[in-house]
Nanobody, 126 residues
Framework: QVQLVESGGGLVQAGGSLRLACAAS????????VGWFRQAPGKEREFVAA????????YYPDTLKGRATISRDNAKNTVHLQMNSLKPEDTAVYYC???????????????????WGQGTQVTVSS
């Protein structure tokens, strides 16, 4: 079992940046693909970014390309999400997700992952 804990959220002004962290415990996630999702009030959880277990492959939705950067530090069992040029519409709870090897072949859907954190709130003021 893997436990995921997100941190780094908070209140930021529009145009600002945040660096979110996803720390894993229980076992190493060096062999796991990891994704970030977000959910705004009244909306479905949406894909933000994903990184392959090697770190060589990264995936973003077109709407966030250029503003989101995902990275991982397998030695620290941590994955980061850097968000720049934040907008009020980026306000949401941000979730980290991981999956066992072979669990799924796509990256963009919530059911591609079998481990989830509790989320961290990001609020962007205008």
């Amino acid at each position: 079992q893997v436990q995921l804990v997100e941190s780094g959220g908070g209140l930021v002004q529009a145009g600002g940046s945040l660096r979110l962290a996803c720390a894993a415990s229980g076992r190493t996630i060096s062999g796991s693909d990891v994704g970030w999702f977000r959910q705004a009030p009244g909306k479905e959880r949406e894909f933000v970014a994903a990184i392959s277990r090697s770190g060589l492959n990264k995936y973003y939705p077109d709407t966030l390309k250029g503003r989101a950067t995902i990275s991982r530090d397998n030695a620290k069992n941590t994955v980061h999400l850097q968000m720049n040029s934040l907008k009020p519409e980026d306000t949401a709870v941000y979730y980290c997700a991981a999956r066992d090897p072979g669990y799924s072949r796509s990256y963009h859907y919530t059911n591609d992952y079998n481990y989830w954190g509790q989320g961290t709130q990001v609020t962007v003021s205008s």
